[in-house]
């Protein structure tokens, strides 16, 4: 058995949920919780954001139950050490948030309009201001007894990754203080395209060992065989599932063995659980938003669920025009 320590926290055979935009709401975490993901950071959330609107703006991405997800997990974004001090001292003073366990700062989103600002991961360019933005965040997690971890990418772009860059960037993570390093196998210049770089994860995973934390794999990982792979090559000591847990929750028990190089759990997944477990989350869903939001929000969630069951283009187009969770369960079982 594989166990990690994320500062006190522990942690058996670490499989954890990567942090997606519009996929990894509470509803869609809880699931992913039962079916054995040891962790589930919320989406990446602006600290600025959290400074100039309050909480409540953000508060639907920033929601969290320990009841229904176990160990929790908020991702901030931000290039500001100032912001990020003011988001997390904000969320340790919420009663809603203030059970918060970990806080995961965002170093490697890609999108233009994250970078613009600094931010994700183009800090990966400024490491100074990275350890700025680190010693800020600690300062106030430690006051609170919460943990710090961070995400990253393997470097801004081929030159990061190659010319040693990166390795010194991640280097300086690891021995910055904070609890738990993730890194995700491609370049920011790579968004999602291409593969994800192993050798160059097992390489960082190496660089980073002299902070002694937890080195978490991220990219590609998308059935046994793929886990397997890069426990590995690289040595990590877990690994985050992203896109590949996308409409697929019970990829998390598949993978339960493969930290003991045990037979993969092979129970096969049928149209009908695919149609329960989308009516699940939808009800749950709903429970924190006006049902119709949750059915149009719950839309491409739906689509991930159904993608290759037989007839999936026409019940997509029908599954689209329903606007309660009666219509969809109507439109599910009348194919
Ligand atoms: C739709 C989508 C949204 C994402 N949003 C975030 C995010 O909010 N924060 C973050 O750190 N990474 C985000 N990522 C990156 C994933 O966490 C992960 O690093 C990436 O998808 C590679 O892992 P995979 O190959 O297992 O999908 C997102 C990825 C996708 C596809």
Known sequence: MAQIDIGKIKIKDPLILAPMAGTTTLAFRSICHEFGSSYQPTELVSARSILYSGIDKSLCYLMIDKKIEGISCIQLFGSDPKDFEFAIGAICEDERLKDVDIIDINMGCPVPKVIKTGAGSALMKDPELAKSIIKASLHVCEQYGKELTVKTRIGFDDDDRYNGKAEDFIRMLSSSGIKLLAVHGRTAKQMYHGQADIETIARFRIAA???????IANGDIKDFQ??????????????????????????????QGVF???EEDKETVSFEDRKNMIIRELELTAKYKDENIAVREMRPSMMAYIKGCPGAASLKVRICSALTISEVKEVLWET
């Not at 060992?209 to 080195?215: A, K, L, T, V, Y």
């Open 209 to 215: 060992e002299e902070g002694r934390i937890p080195f």
């Open 260 to 262: 003991e190089n045990k």
């Open 226 to 255: 793929s886990a397997r792979n890069m426990l590995d090559k690289t040595g990590a000591d877990g690994l985050m599932i992203g896109r590949a847990a996308q409409g697929n929750p019970w990829i998390f028990k598949q993978l």
